[in-house]
């Protein structure tokens, strides 16, 4: 039975940004901390979601998803340090909008700028800088960890060490982020100094990636119907913060302004199959050719550069009502030319055209259940289907051959046993979880599809 002050949940159909799987959820939206603990003393298993931008099933729950988006304070800043207090759902485009006329930015950030501080935490997210400044752990200074007794824990990497680092990355399977203290980095201007790479092969992306080590921001677009030797062509984008010295003149008065961009919005689901191996292979050529055209450097606003998709508002509904998935896996630096090689020809070879098809090089890592490594990883988008489903299934085979390991924000399709052959970790953290009782409290639809 639950206590009066417990809130009342209500029956809704959920989703992550994939839309795929789709699930009736009892969904709890507490609004403080004591309402939660009533819902936790139920004993019944339940997730935290933020702004549901994972892919796949990981902030769902049958019987208990607790929506967080009304612990949307900030709570305090220090422009001494640049250290930012907010409650866990506040959403980065809240931050950014606050932060960046002010001259400041978040030391790492995903791309995309709807996701909640809880989210960002709770995934470890990367950027395009993770080479050079890791994930976001290294940004995070402390988080208030809401427990299965109902305590709340104050952790951080010298005060209940281990809880902070089962918790970044932990996928909400440790407890309900409350707040957190994270840095922010000081910006001269609102711009990055672009400069537009392109790369005629698999080859060349990854030496242009091993040249540009020491750029803060690089990333690269990848064509995944190419084949032969084109496999792997790709437009590399580079990216520093400008200073206010290198901005052309017409932009220096008000360095920390940027223009508003137009956003447009998709209003209905495009008819499944819309995206195929025709479509996707005109946009893919393109998109090519137009970056083929702007190679060189330029000056971009940071919202176009760290989030050219966000402009397109509900472009998850370009893949039809069946929804997509995504994969993203890392491979290390010691496999992966030949690795990303065998999974581009494998998405090639099934004219599973990707249009947004990522590369990214990661650096070392902390943090017990991060995804990132040392290596290079590529993320793919495929429209919902059976043969969707087969091409999964050879991609993770060829990520399991190659040493790899896949983000479980982006999941909606993996095994049990192909999540522990691909990372010893799991085994550590599912023993932890037991032994702290985690496991009674806290399950997602995808902990329980995955057995952690
Ligand atoms: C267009 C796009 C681009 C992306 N690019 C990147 C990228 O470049 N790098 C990257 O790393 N990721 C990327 N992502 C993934 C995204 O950053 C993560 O999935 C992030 O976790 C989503 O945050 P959210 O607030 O929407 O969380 P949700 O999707 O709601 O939840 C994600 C996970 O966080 C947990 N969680 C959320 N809030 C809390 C809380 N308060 N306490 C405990 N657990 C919580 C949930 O239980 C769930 O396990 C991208 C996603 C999209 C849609």
Redesign the pocket.
Known sequence: MSSPMAPRGSLKTLC??GRYPVQTCHVYCPRSESEMIQLLKRGLPL?????????GD??LNREATLQ?RHFNRLLGFNPQTGQLIAE?GVLLAEILEIFVPRGWFPLVT???KF??V???I??D???KNHHKEGSFVRSLDWLDLLTSEGQIYRCSPSENRDLFYWTVGG??LTG??LRAAFRLRPIETAWIRQTIRIAKNLDEVIDLFEAAQDVTYSVAWIDCLASGSRLGRSVVMLGEHATREELPTKYRQRPLRTPQRRKISIPLDFPNGALNALTVGTFNQLYFLNSQRKAGQSFVDWDTFFYP?DSLLGWNRIYGRRGFVQFQCVLPLSTAREGLSALLHCTSAAGAGSFLAVLKKLGDQQGYFSFPMAGYTLALDFPMSQRTLKVLDQLEEITLQYGGRFYL?KDSHLTPLRLRQSDCRVETFVKVRNAQQWTVNFA?EQSKRLRL
């Open positions: 992550g940004w997730i935290a979601r933020g702004n549901g931008r994972a892919y990981s902030a967080m866990a995903p791309g995309t996701v909640t809880g989210g960002m709770a995934a997210v990367h950027g996928m909400g309900v982020i998709l924000a997602s």
